[in-house]
């Protein structure tokens, strides 16, 4: 089984600021299978980005994703105040795995 | 519009067993597999099952494996997860999921709202 890790598991940042998110995973992902979701408390997860780069519909351009092989990140390029949530990687070459979240927080 | 309707979820004993139904509305049923996602409180997420458009084809989590069984009735555009010796550590809000195309190893484009199992004495 693919493990993801995600870190750091808590970003302190400001409005405005940039965030960069890491999800590393313990094998090489084909084809780039990798997605990222957004949780909001109380709120299921939504769609951000797939095939680690693809924005999902809907999506600002703040957000992108990159990398390939082991190594993937989400870019937040500024932050809005509604983009303080809870960010997930999931992979989707080998089973189904998700990462253990990184939680982006006000600072 | 693409809608997912979760329900089913409660408190059952441990041991016990509960089935979760998923009304899918908004597009071709049949066309897409589906899947569900768990996270138990406080916790990340992950994925419990998949079923593939016809429902030929399912796959399980380890953790779940021989103890939850899911199914679909593409007549009536519903998904279920019937969860059977259940344990404490099977509580958890379960999402029903879409994947954008029919194949069992996607990622998941839209979600129900969940609903929560309490497994609890």
């Known amino acids: 089984e693919i493990v993801l890790t995600q870190s750091p598991g808590t970003l302190s940042l400001s409005p405005g600021e940039r965030a960069t998110l890491s999800c590393r995973a313990s094998?090489?992902?084909?084809?780039?299978?990798l997605a990222w979701y957004q949780q909001k408390p109380g709120q299921a997860p939504r769609l951000l980005i797939y095939?680690?780069?693809s924005r999902a519909t809907g999506i600002p351009d703040r957000f992108s994703g990159s990398g390939s092989g082991t190594d993937f990140t989400l870019t937040i390029s500024r932050l809005e105040p509604e983009d303080f949530a809870v960010y997930y990687c999931?992979?989707?070459?080998?089973?189904?795995?998700f990462g253990g979240g990184t939680k982006v927080e006000i600072k | 519009e693409v809608q997912l309707l979760d329900s089913g979820g409660g408190l059952v004993q441990p041991g016990g067993s509960l089935r979760l139904s998923c009304a899918a509305s908004?597009?071709?049923?049949?066309?897409?597999?589906m899947s569900w996602v768990r996270q138990a409180p406080g916790k990340g997420l992950e994925w419990v099952s998949v079923?593939?458009?016809?429902?030929?084809?399912?796959y399980y989590a380890d953790s779940v494996k021989g103890r939850f069984t899911i199914y679909r009735d593409n007549s009536k555009n519903t998904l279920y997860l019937q969860m059977n010796s259940l344990r404490a550590e099977d509580t958890a809000v379960y999402y029903c999921?879409?994947?954008?195309?029919?194949?069992?190893?996607?990622?998941?484009?839209?979600w129900g709202q969940g609903t929560l199992v309490t497994v609890s004495s």
């Open positions: 094998q090489t992902l084909s084809s780039s299978y």
């Open positions: 095939g680690a780069s």
């Open positions: 999921v879409k994947a954008p195309e029919n194949v069992v190893k996607y990622y998941y484009d839209h």
């Open positions: 908004g597009f071709t049923f049949n066309s897409y597999a």
């Open positions: 999931q992979q989707y070459g080998s089973s189904l795995t």
């Open positions: 079923i593939s458009g016809s429902g030929g084809s399912t």
